[in-house]
């Protein structure tokens, strides 16, 4: 990865991996590489996505029911772990966008309207 | 950490897939086979020390808890004083690495290759639960500062594929970066130009690369002015300083400084690098001897992190604190023990055992209120920059021991405050009970309690230093000194006071009182210059008026946060 990369792209918040999570299943099973690509891919790189923390909080949206996970066969024909949004993982989701948006007007309120440096 | 439904055989399989699926993404965007695994791999990381840097790292913590809040209601918190936050940690220290060193030429080379005193060549690596591995670049710099085995320890990593563009046809090449010492370690001399000089390795120098030999000739027709030039890897640019020859190790078309100051090398870092570690030891050495220090430093370092997470919990404002571990041994129990009675107000062991102790925070800001805590610290850290330039007048070593353990006292004062504005940040009635009126007051306390306490560091640097100045040094120039700290001193208690106060006036002066240290550090310098004092003691006083000017300029950061203060919100 180039000193570029790294400098540029946001490293993930702990809270926030769960949402995106959350809302990359939105649109249908997916297996842990293909969550962490969609993430990657949707916010146009500027995110990054430490692929060995994405499976503690799959682990971890498992056990709290908001995911269910069951082995599959990927599009190139390989066996991966594909997860799927449950009801209350839905609901969850709804919560968890809410309190984020709410979460990040209340910081943008603090941080202020965006400086004009160059 | 993990369910406990699943077994770990089916948790791994999961992982090896993972790995394969970005394998194939990788190659397809035209990396080789070994280029795409060793990018996957880096990809990953370590996902059991992913988890657990995640929440070392106090900045996560803080979001992670705003998010928690919500869960427990934290508002309750100042509206019923009976209700605790509890936090229960669980350090995984058992988990944390093992370390292990080979002989570069029985477990790497497969051919000699020219370096200089090969046999003195270690490979230094750490083990985590998914096998052998290399070095967590977090963990590098210990390796490096704090060992007494190696002459010289070098690392290298982050091999990757970039388009190399500039003369010619852009052409997809390897960069791997290599700290800017490795070449010179390892006896590699470059065919062209010059290797990495050691200021390459600090953050925010120009970006400066090496050319592999072969790409040198094949891409660049072995150009010698191609030094000097800039190419561009992914659009960015570097100054071409050297050519090495083609067979030096690691291979790459490129190779580009690591800089040590950088973020993934801070323990605080949710990220990082996985690194090879080369050292070279110190003739004599034996690898053994080499291993058993490098497996101590890094205990050290779980020790450090235990209490920096434990630390983070009192910052963030829980009540108590349960702390579990696998590991939590007579020697961790009593470098907690004293090292939260040393740094942390408040705080009593409500009950202890060979899995971990409980704590309890007792005091908060009733006790204290915010503004006499950041007064009484600034007391406190004034005394240490006048006993320290005492010390330094009387040669003084006992005095000047002392001022160093007076630290404790203003780590003590900091965390305190925090923990103070962190729980106030969250909570309007709290803002106002610690004798603040708004979150932007908060902010403003934040950054002077920070200053106050870079200068409570300044002290214990000069005291520090005392040693280095042996009697006599210039008589004339301690005189100087000792007026130059009690303006810098003035500077920073005006300061404060007008912070505490929102005196604008009385800010405006003690900025204007900097200005008049800064002439003075200039005076001096430029006397004992001309007193030819030793070069020993002349670099020690040097720092010692660095620090001291440092004192006044911090004091003038405060300044402009009360003036920032006086001006009413929008």
């Avoid at chain 1, 993930?12 to 995106?20: C, K, R």
């Avoid at chain 2, 006071?497 to 003690?510: C, F, G, I, P, V």
């Amino acid at each position: 990865m180039s000193t570029r990369e790294e400098k540029e792209r946001l490293a993930l918040l702990q809270g926030t991996l769960d949402l995106l999570i959350l809302r990359t299943l939105v649109f249908g099973p997916q297996h842990g590489q293909g969550i962490a690509r969609a993430i990657q891919q949707t916010s146009e790189d500027t995110l990054l996505v430490e692929h060995g923390a994405l499976y503690p909080a799959l682990q971890r949206l498992e056990a709290q029911g908001w995911i269910a996970a069951r082995w599959g066969t990927s599009a190139n024909n390989r066996k991966a772990r594909f997860y799927t949004l449950t009801q209350t993982g839905r609901k969850q989701l709804v919560k968890e966008s809410t309190r984020w948006r709410r979460l990040s007007t209340a910081i943008g309120r603090i941080l202020g309207p965006e400086a004009k440096e160059g | 950490m993990f369910g406990r439904k699943r077994p770990v055989s089916d948790f791994n399989a999961e992982i090896e897939a993972h790995l394969q699926l970005e394998i194939e993404r990788l190659k397809e965007q035209g990396l080789s086979e070994q280029e795409a695994r060793a990018a996957a791999r880096r990809a990953f990381g370590n996902v059991m020390h992913a988890e657990e840097r995640f929440y070392e790292s106090s900045r996560w913590l803080w979001w992670d808890h705003l998010r928690q809040d919500v869960h427990f209601g934290l508002r309750m918190l100042a509206k019923s004083p009976g209700f605790a936050a509890v936090a229960i940690l669980t350090l995984a220290l058992a988990i944390g690495a093992n370390t292990a060193i080979f002989s570069v030429v029985d477990a790497v080379l497969l051919r000699p290759l020219p370096f200089i005193d090969p046999a003195r060549l270690v490979w230094a690596t750490e083990h985590f639960a998914f096998g052998p591995s290399t070095v967590i670049s977090a963990d590098f710099p210990a390796w490096k500062d704090r060992n007494h085995v190696f002459e010289q320890i070098a690392a290298f990593g982050g091999t990757s594929g970039a388009n190399l563009t500039g003369a010619g046809e852009p052409s997809r090449v390897t960069v791997t970066r290599v700290t800017t010492g490795l070449f010179s370690m390892l006896g590699l001399q470059p065919a062209a130009g010059r290797a990495f000089l050691p200021a390459e390795g600090k953050q925010g120098h120009e970006n400066v690369a090496l050319l592999n030999e072969t790409l040198w000739r094949n891409r660049f027709g072995a150009d010698p002015r191609i030094i000097g030039e800039t190419i561009r890897l992914d659009g960015v640019g570097y100054l071409v300083v050297g050519v090495m020859p083609a067979n030096v190790r690691p291979q790459a078309d490129v190779w580009t400084p690591l800089s040590l100051d950088a973020d993934i090398f801070s323990a605080h870092s949710p990220r990082w690098m996985m690194l090879a570690a080369i050292g070279r030891l110190k003739p004599g050495i034996e690898i053994s001897k080499a291993q058993s220090e490098l497996q101590l430093l890094t205990q050290e370092m779980d020790k450090d992190a235990a209490l920096r997470l434990f630390i983070s919990y009192y910052l963030a404002g829980y009540d108590i604190v349960r702390l579990r571990s696998p590991r939590y041994d007579p020697g961790l129990r009593s470098y907690m023990r004293e090292a939260i009675r040393r740094k942390l107000v408040g705080i009593e062991i409500i009950e202890e055992n060979a899995n971990g102790m409980t704590t309890q925070c007792l005091s908060g800001y009733a006790d204290l209120p915010l503004k006499k805590a950041l007064e009484r610290m600034s007391i406190v850290v004034s005394g240490m920059v006048k006993d320290a330039v005492a010390a330094l007048r009387a040669g003084d070593d006992g005095l000047a021991g002392e001022v160093v353990a007076r630290d404790d006292e203003v780590d003590r004062f900091y965390h305190f405050i925090l923990r103070q504005l962190n729980l106030a940040v969250r909570n309007r009635s709290i803002i106002e009970d610690i004798g603040l009126t708004s979150a932007r007051d908060c902010l403003g306390y934040r950054l002077a309690v920070k200053s106050v306490e870079r200068v409570g560091d300044h002290a214990a640097a000069v005291a520090g230093l005392v040693s280095g100045v042996r009697e006599g040094a210039a008589e004339k120039a301690m005189k100087e000194v000792e007026k130059m700290s009690d303006l810098s001193l003035k500077a920073f208690g005006d300061s404060v006071s007008s912070l505490l106060r929102l005196d604008r006036k009385l800010a405006n002066e003690a900025i204007g009182l900097t200005r008049r240290v800064k002439e003075l550090d200039e005076k001096i310098s430029g006397e004992l210059l001309a007193l030819k004092t030793d070069p020993d003691t002349f670099g020690s006083i040097k720092l010692i008026l660095e620090s001291i000017r440092r004192v006044g300029e911090y004091g003038s950061d405060i300044a402009e946060i009360a003036v920032d203060l006086t001006v009413k919100e929008p």
